[in-house]
Structure formats: structure tokens, C-alpha cells
């Protein structure tokens, strides 16, 4: 470990020594479990290194330690669910980590969760969650964009700022939150907008929902979805291949017969535009439909709706329309429609998988 690194971890000690032993309990106050993933918010820095650093390095008890503040915020129970960085993430966890948010609030009933996740990957598994997690209770994932031995880490106001919201009365039934610099997102619609910016999150359509700071959580409306979903997936559940691929100018449909070769039962493609591809594509499609692979036409373009038949003709093609959600979400609802139709009660799937994608969740009928 550098210099850097151990001073910023002498510093963080230091803070634990001052707020003294594990903080009493109080009634008052809401009970909050922390679940720490990983990510950059449990990095360190790389030795002799002025800007690397490895993420998923730091135990959560020192991560939640190093802010004795949030004490004052809630009863918090820290668990280390796992230590990864998020570009680690896998299907496995996902169950995993859904089971275990499932039992905190049903049977340990938690007011709320918290977990701490990397920003790579971290609207996915908010989303895989928003899908899963049966309670109304808030549900909010942070991370950070510097490690925690940075000179000015913005993990420890981050995570201060996501108890504040799972323990504020305002955040129930909003779905799974996300919350980085102050700014608080709903999972559907985040994604990714910047590497390496502080506030590195941005919303399809609707914008950030709230915003935290040191005195209140401030939401601008009244939640926009409406009941949430919920797929009751069993622990070992092993959910099906779903395979993104990535339309451009000259795109042959090559990728599409290879993820198919290895096992895809659905394909998400992030076409140009309104979701179109070329006539190589196309045909590429139709081989794939042919052999029972669902194909979901989203867009690479960032905000918009992807139409039924609307260029392409979903009704010939055998394909679904991605409406508002990203590749990346759609892959996860259509893993999880998969899975239903292979587990669940059979029903008339291409009305049924075709109003999930336009409610952007399972639909029971
Ligand atoms: N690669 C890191 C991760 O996602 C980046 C971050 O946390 O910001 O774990």
C-alpha cells in the first residue's frame, strides 16, 4: 500500500477511534442494513500509482465505520455481501443478492437497504433488483467515483447521503433508488453518462427524482410507476443467456448467429435509431427467431421509444420492441421473462412478453 493510501486509511481509523465503539441502539431511529458489493467506494489505490487504483479492496465495516455520522441517521447492520469490482457482476450474484434484500425486508424487517455496488455496472443491478424486491421499502444504491484513499474521496458523503434516504419516510414506494452526488435516480431509467465525472449518472427521460443533501430528501413528484413488480425468483434460480449485440453502419448479423452458436436463448439488439438494422441483420434475425430465440429490437440511441412495426415489422419478424428501456435493461427483463416462461404457469407469451417491455416490468394478466 502507498503512502496515500495508508494515511488515507490511518485517517479513516482515526474517525472510527473518535466516534468511539459500535453506537446504541435507538428506538427513534429506522433500522437500515448495508450490504457492500465492492466497487471504487471500496478501493484503494494502486501502489506507485498516481491515479490507479484497485476497486472492491475494502472491508464494510471500515467503509461505514469511516462516517460515525450515520449514526445519528439510523440503526445500521453491515453485512460484506461480496468484494468485487462491478464489471465482476454475474447472474449469480444478482439471485443472490435479491434473495437477501428479499429476506432483510420481509423477515428481518428492515426499514430499508443500502448497498454499496461499483459504477460500472451498478443500473443493472439496481434494475435486476427494481424487478425482484418484493417490499415498497427503499432500496438505494451508491458508489463512488474515487477510491476511498483518494485525497478527497466522494464515497464517505455518498454512502452518508444514501442511509439518509432509505431511513426518510418520503422514499418508500419509489422502487429501487440510485444515489450518487446528492442526485437520487430511479433504477428504470439511469444509465451511465460519463466516466469520469463525480455525477457520472444520467436519466433517460425523466431526470433525476430527488435530491439529498445535509438537510432533507427532496423528491420533485409523486412516484411515476405505480405498482411494482414482483418475479419471486426461487434462490438457485440460474437465469437464461441473453446476449446483447451492437448495430452499426455495415453491421453484417454475424454476432447474432455466434451468440445463438453459444447458447443464447434471447437477443437484445441495441440497433440504429428506432431500432433498426440492416437486411444482413435482419436475416440474421430470422434465424434466430427460427430457432426459438427471443429477439428484442432496442436502440443504441440513448433516449427515445423503440416502436412496434415501425421500420422493421415486429409482426413478421417474430421480434419484440424494447420501447423505453436501454439494451442493457431489456436484457434483464427479457432474462427474467425467459425464466418465467420456462418455471412460471405458460400463457400467451408474445402478448404478455410484448406488454412487459412497453410497462418495462413483468405484467401479470
Ligand atoms: N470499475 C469500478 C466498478 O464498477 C468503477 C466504479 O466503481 O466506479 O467497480
Request: glycine share 8%.
Amino acid at each position: 500500500m502507498n503512502f496515500f493510501a495508508k494515511s488515507a486509511l490511518a485517517a479513516s481509523l482515526f474517525c472510527t477511534m473518535l466516534a468511539g465503539s459500535a453506537p446504541a441502539y435507538s428506538e427513534e431511529l429506522p433500522r437500515v442494513l448495508i450490504l457492500a458489493t465492492g466497487g471504487t467506494i471500496a478501493g484503494v489505490a494502486k501502489e506507485n500509482s498516481a491515479t490507479g487504483y484497485d476497486a472492491g479492496k475494502i472491508k464494510a465495516e471500515d467503509l461505514v465505520n469511516a462516517v460515525p455520522q450515520i449514526s445519528k441517521l439510523a440503526n445500521c447492520d453491515v453485512e460484506q455481501f461480496c468484494n468485487i469490482a462491478s464489471q465482476d457482476m454475474t447472474c449469480d450474484l444478482w439471485v443472490r443478492l435479491s434473495k437477501r434484500v428479499n429476506d432483510a425486508l420481509t423477515k428481518q424487517h428492515y426499514d430499508g437497504v443500502v448497498i454499496t455496488h461499483g459504477s460500472d455496472t451498478m443500473e443493472e443491478t439496481a434494475f435486476f433488483l427494481e424487478n425482484t424486491v418484493e417490499r415498497d421499502n427503499p432500496v438505494v444504491f451508491v458508489g463512488s467515483m474515487r477510491p476511498a484513499t483518494a485525497i478527497s474521496p466522494d464515497g464517505p458523503a455518498n454512502l452518508y447521503y444514501a442511509v439518509k434516504i432509505a431511513s426518510a419516510p418520503e422514499s418508500h414506494n419509489r422502487g429501487v433508488l440510485v444515489t450518487m452526488c446528492g442526485n437520487i435516480f430511479e433504477s428504470r431509467d439511469i444509465y451511465k453518462s460519463n466516466i469520469n465525472s463525480l455525477d457520472p449518472y444520467s436519466s433517460r427521460y425523466n431526470g433525476p427524482v430527488g435530491r439529498v443533501d445535509e438537510g432533507a430528501v427532496r423528491y420533485y413528484s409523486a412516484p411515476i410507476y405505480g405498482e411494482r413488480p414482483y418475479w419471486g425468483l426461487p434462490a438457485d434460480a440460474v437465469l437464461p443467456k441473453v446476449d446483447i449485440v451492437h448495430a452499426y453502419a455495415g453491421y453484417d448479423g454475424d454476432s447474432i448467429d455466434a451468440a445463438v452458436e453459444h447458447g443464447a436463448r434471447g437477443i437484445v439488439i441495441a440497433g440504429v435509431g428506432n431500432g433498426n438494422m440492416s437486411k444482413e441483420c435482419i436475416e440474421a434475425v430470422k434465424r434466430a427467431v427460427s430457432k426459438g430465440v427471443k429477439v428484442v429490437r432496442s436502440s443504441r440511441v440513448v433516449s427515445g421509444f423503440v416502436h412496434r412495426n415501425h421500420e422493421v415489422s415486429d409482426d413478421e419478424l417474430g421480434t419484440l420492441a424494447s420501447y423505453d428501456l436501454s439494451p442493457e435493461h431489456a436484457r434483464i427483463l427479457l432474462q427474467l421473462l425467459i425464466y418465467h416462461l420456462d418455471n412460471g404457469p405458460r400463457q400467451n407469451y408474445q402478448l404478455d412478453l410484448q406488454k412487459c417491455f412497453e410497462n418495462g416490468y413483468f405484467v401479470k394478466h
